[in-house]
C-alpha cells in the first residue's frame, strides 16, 4: 500500500472554508474528486484542485502508481499565519485587517 503526498502552504484562503471543500473529496477515487472540484464554484475547489493534481503527478512519477487506482486518503486542512493590515479610521485611529492564510496537506494511495 503506497501513498503519496501534496501539500501547499500559506495558501489566502480561510481554513474553515478549505475544510467545506475537503469534506466534499475526502476518501473518494481521484477521477471522481477532479470532475467534482471542476464544478465547484469556491475559490476553495481551485486551489484544492491544483494540489489534487500535483499528488497525482506526484504518485505517477514518484511511485509509478496507476491513476485509475488512485483514491485520496487523507486530507488536512490547517490554519496558517494571518497577514496584518492596518486601515485608516477617523481621528486619527487605526483598524488591524487580518487577512487568514492555511496550509493544505492531501495524501493519495492505492486501496
Known amino acids: 500500500m503506497t501513498s503519496t503526498n501534496a501539500s501547499l502552504r500559506g495558501v489566502r484562503l480561510s481554513a474553515q472554508k478549505g475544510r467545506l471543500i475537503a469534506d466534499v473529496i475526502r476518501g473518494k477515487p481521484v477521477e471522481n474528486a477532479l470532475d467534482i472540484l471542476k464544478f465547484m464554484p469556491q475559490k476553495g475547489a481551485a486551489i484544492m484542485q491544483s ?19 488512485l483514491y485520496i486518503k487523507k486530507v ?8 496584518r493590515r492596518f486601515a485608516a479610521r477617523a481621528k486619527g485611529r487605526g483598524d488591524r485587517i487580518e487577512k487568514p492564510t492555511c496550509h493544505i496537506y492531501l495524501t493519495v494511495g492505492v486501496k
Open 76 to 83: 488536512c486542512v490547517e490554519r496558517g499565519t494571518k497577514l
Open 51 to 69: 494540489v489534487l493534481e500535483s499528488a497525482i503527478a506526484n504518485a505517477e512519477h514518484n511511485d509509478g502508481s496507476d491513476i485509475d487506482e
